[in-house]
């Protein structure tokens, strides 16, 4: 939002709270974001249109504080409220004014609100008959949402209201702007609209909009680069694993990526991955694991071989999953290391979720699994640790379709 005309008053909605005259900060930022002063601000501010009546005022104001006279304290708020305004410069007009018991914003100082610019572009996108002057107005709409509705207010009711309100029309926005710009064959402005929309609107899956601008423009290292940085990124902040859409990219990915004419010992050298020296299992993608998973399913076809799925879990003191908490990363990391130095090169392992991993183990026996287990306690557990790993275990058999086999078990293992 450009604050560059005097004599205006710019309010910030979207992604935080600031009111700034010619300049200068008068509320929000870096003061207290819930003073009755802040709230009062926030409230009148964003219903100047209709206004806000005396009892729903003192309602959100005070909620279900015991006062002994309400009436009281809101104007008490009002009048410290006009002098904290007249005091920072604003004119000598009264900002806050009542009519017929209703309490309204001034309409006599201009205003620049950012969310309500972005609904007004909205709706306006919403009318437009045209479907390139629409796609142009649903990209103005998308870039003034820059963030979730007064994101530090929402235990207040009307605030978390709005901010579904105001989210759900910016994902309108960005559907509906790449499904234009996917006809027009624009992915330049679709990879923009999905970096905007993932940095505004994280763990939204917009990522999903950048890799198939990506994909389409024929940048596949790039492409492939998002991918494994949003699968990480959604597995250490919510323990996702990646979406039906982003799945969707990666197959286009690997149709569409095109490679030179080649000899088969140049071909043979990059698949081989020689770079990679570590000495214990391979790390990868929950994607590239399901993969070498349904690929062993195939194998285990001609059969002579025994191989295990490993789910493994961090646990409290308690035995209960740890979800989350500041610690949770390090243990997921160091759980990480031990599991891989635990198994051989020819097992592979991927990040499930948050606190679990789960490993292929090739070619080997149930006691075998055991003791994988001690030595991944042996590397995880340091001193008097309370955290513990919980261990499942199933084997990966074939069923052929004419056979029926007993239901397998799930070995439970909490070490």
């Known amino acids: 939002m450009t604050e560059s005309k005097p004599d205006v008053l710019y309010v910030r909605m979207l992604g935080g709270f600031s009111v700034r005259w010619n300049g200068k900060l008068i509320a929000g930022g870096s003061k207290a974001s819930d003073s009755q002063y802040t709230s009062l601000l926030q409230i009148l501010i964003h219903n100047r249109e209709h206004g806000v009546t005396r009892d729903r005022l003192e309602e959100l104001l005070f909620e279900d504080r015991d006062m002994s006279n309400v009436h009281h304290a809101l104007q008490s708020v009002i ?27 001034t309409n006599e100082i201009e205003l620049v609100e950012d969310a309500l610019e972005f609904e007004k572009c909205f709706r306006a996108a919403e009318a437009a008959a045209d479907p390139d002057e629409r796609l142009a107005l649903y990209e103005d709409a998308a870039h003034w949402y820059t963030g979730e509705f007064l994101p530090n207010q929402t235990a207040a009711i009307w605030v978390a209201q709005e901010a579904r309100r ?14 234009r710009l996917r006809e027009n064959q624009d992915y330049f402005q679709m990879e923009e609209l999905g970096t905007h929309a993932a940095l505004v609107d994280p763990l939204a899956d917009w990522e999903a909009v950048t890799m198939e601008a990506l994909v389409s423009l024929g940048r596949y290292e790039e492409a492939r680069k998002l991918y494994d940085d949003t699968v990480q990124y959604y597995f250490n902040e919510q323990g996702l694993r990646p979406s039906k859409r982003m799945l969707e990219q990666l197959e286009r990915l690997g149709k569409g990526m095109q490679h030179q004419h080649e000899t088969l010992d140049t071909i043979q050298g990059e698949l081989s991955g020689q770079d990679d020296l570590f000495p214990g ?29 490993m789910l493994c879990t961090i646990i409290d003191g308690k035995g209960n999953p740890l979800r989350d ?20 090169r020819g097992d592979a392992m991927c990040q499930y979720g948050k606190g679990q991993y789960l490993a292929l183990l090739v070619n080997t026996t149930r006691e075998n699994c055991g003791i994988v287990q001690k030595r991944i306690n042996e590397r995880f557990i340091l001193g008097r640790q309370r955290t513990k790993i919980e261990y499942y275990v199933n084997s990966v058999f074939w069923i052929a379709p004419q056979m029926q086999l007993p239901e397998q078990g799930t070995e439970r293992r909490n070490t």
């Open 79 to 105: 009048y410290n409220s006009k002098k904290k305004l007249e005091k920072a410069g604003l004119p000598a007009a009264s900002c806050i004014e009542q009519r017929k018991g209703v309490f309204f914003w």
């Open 281 to 309: 299992g391979y790390l990868c993608s929950y994607p590239i694991f399901t993969g070498i998973y349904r690929m062993v399913e195939r194998m285990l076809e001609r059969g002579g071989q025994s191989v295990y799925l």
């Open 166 to 179: 105001l989210k759900g029309m910016f994902c309108q926005c960005v559907e509906r702007s790449s499904e």
């Open 325 to 344: 908490g500041p610690m949770l990363e390090e243990l997921t990391t160091r759980m990480a290391d031990a599991l891989r130095r635990s198994i051989r």
